[in-house]
């Protein structure tokens, strides 16, 4: 896809977000208007808004169609392959982590998300690997959980009683 | 005078106080860190390390933050002139000539120039700071709604006049901000408003923070791992106490240039669409402009690092002059700050003197500490920044997204704003390629809320009338202001067009 593709693409889709959005407004009954003894409406300043940005995407649409933005007139890929890789890969990297979280635990995350960083991608050694895999989940319960008093995810209840036992561990001994 | 030195004095003692003063050094050393990666700039550190700071007081947090965005600026001109990779866009143009001097083997001469450059402009834009902040404070506490409203209005239309990014783009940037802030329940009557799907979890709102992690922690990651493609090369550097005495007595070939950056470095930086990138550029063409052989710029003049890096150091500084003083920040980092204050209990703008005196001049004590500590630990720590340098970013881009993600999470507890931040950071790493302006949202994210409030608080009072915005000196002065902003880039356009055509 070129880059005067990707324009064209993404004005689309903000003029429809933008639409969806006055629709969503509009959907939920909220006034847009002067509404007497209170004042502007609760839905004033999201619609009026949103009608701004739907201007803002014609504007940027009608710039694109007479070639007025260098995307415009730009036939060069929008994302060439290495960086669709590196892009690509980092963010379903990150997705995964965020669904591991959801099901294992932040912990056993972190650990599988460190390793695919370091060992896979990176080509670390294993002592670099091992250090990261092992350190990061470390430090990050010692900065969270005990100096910041956050509780991360824990997963499902079968890793998380699992994991019981450490913070019980902490509590016997610290507290 | 006596006043502010009074107060002055109580910030410098609090400033020394062993937590605070521990913050500052951490503060400036993280900044550095931050600073000298490829990619990585005050604000991508503010908004990653923001959630951790509720760890300590309100006061020790903002000195962190500050200390951090100092050190940042510090930084910056060392990836810059080492690897001839800026570390932020503030650093830019310290490239231009930093890069041909480390070629040519002056590596430390331009790393020296660019932190004494920096002392300098930090410390001339603090006194300024300084002597322009209560006296702005306490004209400010002449403001009402109409006049909050009209200079917020005033700080999106700056974004369009001198922001230099394509209108209609900055337009929808601001705008799209504004309702994101609307997400959740009106602030006045208490209608659900923008709950997408149905989804309970909007209720909360979109937290400015998950917006600005997501731009400036993945989005820039995702950026700066297109843009580096992770091969870099660096330049060596020797730097020994003989050869930093030597490159110190060279000061006067910089010191013109030094001073220049700074004074335009602080009055660019208080603008909110400006900040410290183009204080920075700014500084360095008009140094070139003003400079005896223009032509020796960018093939490594000295005085061609120290004017952006005087400037940059400087426009940090006076950035935090209308967060302080009017509740508008000055740039993207300040805007983060400015949430983080809202977060700890504080009311940023005018009423801060009044009702938070300590926590003002505890953070411009701060800053005139961290000044010195900056300096000082970057001069000493060139040699392991530099190490830093050479870490591979299969290392450090993991670290970053990990800390992005539970930094969200810690902040709002839940892992629906963690994949809302995802989202945001890949669709705002779509956008921006597009030239979409990204600033302009986290701004409006920012000050969203309290522009609402101010608009329809001035509408009640004025029964609908809406001419409420233009009867009122002040409020009418930045209204014809925002105006004459908004028209500037058209009124430039027709200038030039009408050049062309007499030339033609």
Same mark, same amino acid.
Request: proline residues 5%; contains cysteine.
């Given at each position: 896809?070129?880059?005067?593709?990707?324009?064209?693409?993404?004005?689309?889709?903000?003029?429809?977000?933008s639409?969806?959005?006055?629709?969503?407004?509009?959907?939920?009954?909220?006034?847009?208007d002067?509404?007497?003894?209170?004042?502007?409406?609760?839905?004033?300043?999201?619609?009026?808004?949103?009608l701004?940005?739907?201007?803002?995407? #014609?504007?940027? =649409?009608? %710039?694109?169609?007479? !070639?007025? @933005?260098?995307?415009?007139?730009?036939?060069? +890929?929008?994302?060439?392959?290495?960086?669709?890789?590196?892009?690509?890969?980092?963010?379903?990297?990150?997705?995964?982590?965020?669904?591991?979280?959801?099901?294992?635990?932040?912990?056993?995350?972190?650990?599988?998300?460190?390793?695919?960083? #370091?060992?896979? =991608?990176? %080509?670390?050694?294993? !002592?670099? @690997?091992?250090?990261?895999?092992?350190?990061? +989940?470390?430090?990050?319960?010692?900065?969270?959980?005990?100096?910041?008093?956050?509780?991360?995810?824990?997963?499902?209840?079968?890793?998380?009683?699992?994991?019981?036992?450490?913070?019980?561990?902490?509590?016997?001994?610290?507290? | 005078?006596?006043?502010?030195?009074?107060?002055?004095?109580?910030?410098?003692?609090?400033?020394?106080?062993?937590?605070?003063?521990?913050?500052?050094v951490?503060?400036?050393?993280?900044?550095?860190?931050?600073?000298?990666?490829?990619g990585?700039?005050?604000?991508?550190?503010?908004?990653?390390?923001?959630?951790?700071?509720?760890?300590?007081?309100?006061?020790?947090?903002?000195?962190?933050?500050?200390?951090?965005?100092?050190?940042?600026?510090?930084?910056?001109?060392i990836?810059?002139?080492?690897?001839?990779?800026?570390?932020?866009?503030?650093?830019?143009?310290?490239?231009?000539?930093?890069?041909?001097?480390?070629?040519?083997?002056?590596?430390?001469?331009?790393?020296?120039?660019?932190?004494?450059?920096?002392?300098?402009?930090?410390?001339?834009?603090?006194?300024?700071?300084t002597?322009?902040?209560p006296?702005?404070?306490?004209?400010?506490l002449?403001?009402?709604?109409?006049?909050?409203?009209?200079l917020?209005?005033?700080?999106?239309?700056?974004?369009?006049?001198?922001?230099?990014?394509?209108?209609?783009?900055?337009?929808?940037?601001?705008?799209?901000?504004?309702?994101?802030?609307?997400?959740?329940?009106?602030?006045?009557?208490?209608?659900?408003?923008?709950?997408?799907?149905?989804?309970?979890?909007?209720?909360r709102?979109?937290?400015?923070?998950?917006?600005?992690?997501?731009?400036?922690?993945?989005?820039?990651?995702l950026?700066?791992?297109?843009?580096?493609?992770?091969?870099?090369?660096?330049?060596?550097?020797?730097?020994?106490?003989?050869?930093?005495?030597?490159?110190?007595?060279?000061?006067?070939?910089?010191?013109?240039?030094?001073?220049?950056?700074?004074?335009?470095?602080?009055?660019?930086?208080?603008?909110?669409?400006?900040g410290?990138?183009?204080?920075?550029?700014?500084?360095?063409?008009?140094?070139?402009?003003?400079?005896?052989?223009?032509?020796s710029?960018?093939?490594?003049?000295?005085?061609?690092?120290a004017?952006?890096?005087?400037?940059?150091?400087?426009?940090?500084?006076?950035?935090?002059?209308?967060?302080?003083?009017?509740?508008?920040?000055?740039?993207?980092?300040?805007?983060?700050?400015?949430?983080?204050?809202?977060?700890?209990?504080?009311?940023?703008?005018?009423?801060?003197?009044?009702?938070?005196?300590?926590?003002?001049?505890?953070?411009?004590?701060?800053?005139?500490?961290?000044?010195?500590?900056?300096?000082l630990?970057n001069?000493?720590?060139?040699?392991?920044?530099?190490?830093?340098?050479?870490?591979?970013?299969?290392?450090?881009?993991?670290?970053?997204?990990?800390?992005?993600?539970?930094?969200?999470?810690?902040?709002?507890?839940?892992?629906?704003?963690?994949?809302?931040?995802?989202?945001?950071?890949?669709?705002?790493?779509l956008?921006?390629?597009?030239?979409?302006?990204?600033?302009?949202?986290?701004?409006?994210?920012?000050l969203?809320?309290?522009?609402?409030?101010?608009?329809?608080?001035?509408?009640?009072?004025?029964?609908?009338?809406?001419?409420?915005?233009?009867?009122?000196?002040?409020?009418?002065?930045?209204?014809?202001?925002?105006?004459?902003?908004?028209?500037?880039?058209?009124?430039?356009?027709?200038?030039?067009?009408?050049?062309?055509?007499?030339?033609?």
């Amino acid at each position: 896809m070129t880059v005067r593709t990707a324009e064209l693409l993404m004005g689309i889709a903000t003029l429809v977000l933008s639409l969806g959005l006055m629709y969503n407004v509009w959907a939920d009954g909220l006034r847009v208007d002067w509404v007497d003894g209170r004042g502007p409406g609760a839905g004033v300043w999201p619609f009026w808004l949103s009608l701004g940005m739907a201007l803002a995407s #014609v504007a940027t =649409l009608y %710039r694109w169609y007479s !070639g007025a @933005t260098p995307e415009s007139r730009s036939d060069a +890929p929008y994302i060439d392959k290495d960086t669709l890789f590196l892009v690509a890969i980092s963010a379903f990297a990150i997705f995964a982590l965020l669904v591991m979280m959801t099901y294992i635990g932040t912990y056993l995350a972190l650990m599988i998300f460190m390793f695919f960083f #370091v060992r896979v =991608l990176g %080509r670390h050694s294993w !002592g670099v @690997t091992n250090s990261f895999v092992i350190g990061t +989940p470390i430090f990050i319960y010692l900065l969270f959980e005990v100096a910041l008093t956050k509780y991360l995810p824990k997963g499902l209840p079968f890793f998380e009683e699992g994991f019981l036992w450490i913070d019980n561990f902490r509590y016997e001994w610290f507290y | 005078m006596e006043t502010i030195l009074v107060s002055l004095g109580g910030g410098l003692m609090q400033a020394f106080e062993p937590l605070n003063f521990f913050m500052i050094v951490a503060g400036c050393l993280a900044g550095l860190f931050v600073g000298c990666m490829p990619g990585l700039g005050s604000v991508n550190g503010v908004a990653i390390l923001l959630p951790i700071t509720f760890l300590v007081p309100p006061t020790a947090a903002i000195i962190f933050l500050a200390a951090l965005y100092y050190g940042a600026m510090y930084g910056g001109a060392i990836s810059s002139i080492t690897l001839g990779i800026p570390g932020a866009s503030t650093a830019v143009a310290t490239v231009f000539d930093g890069r041909p001097m480390a070629q040519q083997g002056k590596a430390d001469k331009a790393l020296m120039a660019a932190a004494i450059a920096s002392f300098i402009g930090g410390t001339v834009s603090i006194i300024l700071f300084t002597l322009f902040a209560p006296p702005l404070a306490i004209f400010a506490l002449k403001f009402g709604p109409q006049e909050e409203f009209a200079l917020m209005l005033l700080a999106f239309a700056t974004f369009i006049g001198l922001g230099g990014d394509d209108i209609p783009k900055t337009i929808f940037s601001i705008l799209l901000g504004l309702v994101m802030a609307a997400v959740g329940f009106d602030i006045i009557s208490g209608q659900p408003r923008m709950i997408f799907f149905d989804m309970v979890e909007f209720q909360r709102g979109i937290g400015f923070l998950v917006l600005a992690i997501g731009i400036y922690g993945i989005g820039e990651m995702l950026w700066t791992l297109e843009s580096t493609k992770g091969q870099i090369q660096m330049h060596k550097v020797s730097m020994t106490w003989a050869r930093m005495k030597e490159n110190f007595g060279e000061i006067k070939l910089y010191i013109n240039s030094t001073w220049l950056g700074s004074f335009l470095g602080f009055f660019v930086g208080t603008l909110p669409a400006a900040g410290a990138t183009p204080a920075a550029l700014m500084s360095y063409g008009l140094s070139k402009t003003f400079s005896k052989d223009p032509d020796s710029y960018g093939k490594g003049n000295v005085a061609g690092v120290a004017a952006p890096e005087a400037a940059n150091n400087a426009a940090s500084t006076g950035s935090m002059l209308p967060m302080i003083t009017l509740g508008i920040p000055g740039s993207p980092t300040t805007a983060i700050l400015l949430g983080g204050m809202i977060i700890w209990g504080l009311r940023p703008g005018p009423l801060l003197f009044q009702e938070s005196p300590e926590f003002v001049w505890g953070l411009i004590g701060s800053m005139y500490v961290a000044n010195v500590v900056t300096v000082l630990l970057n001069l000493a720590l060139i040699p392991v920044f530099i190490r830093v340098l050479a870490m591979p970013f299969t290392l450090l881009t993991p670290i970053i997204f990990v800390l992005c993600v539970l930094g969200v999470f810690a902040t709002t507890d839940r892992m629906f704003d963690t994949w809302i931040m995802l989202f945001i950071g890949v669709v705002g790493y779509l956008m921006r390629k597009l030239n979409y302006p990204v600033a302009p949202a986290v701004l409006a994210i920012v000050l969203g809320p309290l522009a609402e409030r101010s608009m329809r608080q001035s509408l009640i009072s004025s029964q609908g009338d809406v001419t409420t915005f233009i009867t009122r000196p002040i409020s009418l002065t930045c209204v014809l202001l925002a105006v004459l902003l908004i028209s500037y880039p058209l009124i430039q356009k027709v200038v030039r067009k009408r050049k062309a055509a007499a030339a033609g």
